[in-house]
């Protein structure tokens, strides 16, 4: 009866049209009236309610997530973007189809970066569909690669998805970051020779082949924005910075290259800028708040153990087990969106995943994977959106576009639910460094 009053009243509240923060709100005050009611607490206390709501926010690791989304801010507007994209058509543009191998290696690129998919896929999408439009590429297609290319950025580490569940999971967010890597390439290349499979058959304009020299000057420009993955990464592998520290290195380090070295941005823009950070940031935290109270309450309530007893049948298989929690990810992923699936759904399905044996970074990484495919499917498909707002076209035509790319990304997942090695032995190779 627990998870019903649960379910209901979460759903009850966003079929009214509540923003999901109250939605779980309301949820986490029905919760804990049930369990006044049922003598499980002792009465009922808004007191404790407003206690967890601030606990939630107030959480050190956090602070990663305004920085990241701040350096997404800052490496769009000064330029870094945009010359990884540059770089990208200087070395593989001249292939057939090459426009869409550039937008894959930008994605990838571009996702060790911010860790934002909303603010990749605008980037890639304001810089690229026009390009490709011109060049004779079918719209619905290029839109729907360029989507599939922008959910790489929350496994790629620095993601912003990854901190937010080794917050809610209490998770280690270094070892998330670099469990990620392997993950996120992968992703990348089986969304590549999925274009190379539907794109060859498309008469389209190839860009000119441009000289060594142009390439190397190109990439020397863009070598800047390369490096800042690697001052993330090696930094936080050699203990230098936490990945909170990591996320102000990286905000300091595309305000520098951007109004410094490119020249781009400028110091009128930094209000706007910051103010676009964060409002986003202030949507996050406001979130992850609300969520803590029901993520409590949920505890209290033993939730997860009438979650686990109902899979009782699949403790024993972890394999089996992980692809019943893969499949239903996915069809909760088609009604809500990234953030509030991973807070809603972590602290329901951790204890189950602990129970069973199966590696918290583990189905950490594969969690994060099937929330981000979410974001490219309708109804709510938040990526899936901003690519039919660029490209001027419907959500049916962008979903039929993205559709190939989907599966492609599916198939990603389920090979590592059969394969979990794909993630555990690249990162027991990384910490072992």
Not at 88 to 109: D, E, K, N, Q, T
Not at 186 to 215: N, S, Y
């Amino acid at each position: 009866m627990t998870v019903t009053i649960f379910v209901v009243s979460l759903l009850a509240a966003m079929a009214i049209g509540m923003p999901i923060a109250y939605a779980l709100l309301v949820c986490g005050v029905s919760l804990m009236g049930w369990l006044a009611f049922n003598g499980v607490l002792p009465a009922f206390d808004s007191q404790i309610i407003a206690q967890r709501f601030v606990d939630g926010a107030d959480n050190f690791p956090l602070l990663a997530v305004p920085f990241f989304l701040l350096a997404g801010e800052f490496m769009n507007a000064g330029g870094l973007s945009r010359r990884i994209v540059e770089m990208a058509v200087a070395w593989v543009g001249h292939f057939r189809g090459g426009l869409g191998y550039v937008a894959v290696m930008a994605a990838i690129i571009m996702a060790a970066i911010s860790g934002s998919a909303v603010a990749d896929t605008a980037a890639l999408a304001a810089l690229l569909i026009p390009m490709m439009n011109r060049a004779g590429y079918d719209t619905r297609r290029s839109a729907g690669l360029i989507a599939a290319g922008g959910i790489i950025a929350p496994v790629i580490p620095p993601s912003i998805g990854l901190i937010v569940f080794g917050v809610a999971a209490n998770v280690s967010i270094t070892k998330l970051f670099l469990a990620g890597i392997v993950p996120g390439v992968l992703m990348g290349l089986a969304i590549g020779m999925t274009w190379w499979v539907v794109a060859r058959r498309d008469k389209v304009q190839a860009a000119p082949r441009v000289p060594w020299g142009e390439r190397l000057r190109v990439t020397l420009r863009g070598s800047l924005a390369l490096f800042l993955p690697v001052l993330i990464i090696g930094g936080m592998k050699m203990g230098l910075f936490t990945p909170t520290e990591a996320a102000v290195v990286a905000a300091v380090y595309a305000l520098v290259v951007g109004m410094l070295v490119y020249g781009e941005l400028k110091v009128s823009m930094l209000y706007r800028l910051t103010l676009a950070a964060g409002k986003t940031t202030a949507v996050v935290m406001f979130l992850v708040a609300a969520a803590m109270v029901s993520a409590w309450l949920i505890t209290v309530a033993d939730i997860p153990g009438e979650v686990a007893r109902m899979l009782e049948p699949f403790m024993d298989n972890r394999m089996l087990l992980m692809f019943v929690i893969m499949v239903l990810i996915v069809i909760v992923g088609t009604a809500l969106d990234f953030t509030p699936t991973v807070l809603i759904l972590t602290p329901v399905l951790m204890p189950v995943v602990l129970k069973a044996g199966i590696d918290p970074v583990y189905f950490g990484v594969m969690f994060i994977i099937n929330n981000a495919i979410g974001l490219i499917t309708p109804p709510v498909g938040t990526v899936l959106n901003v690519v039919c707002g660029v490209s001027r076209i419907t959500m049916d035509d962008a979903f039929k576009g993205v559709m190939p790319f989907f599966i492609a990304h599916l198939f990603v997942l389920f090979l590592m639910v059969l394969f979990p090695q794909i993630v555990t032995v690249p990162l027991s190779w990384w910490m072992a460094r």
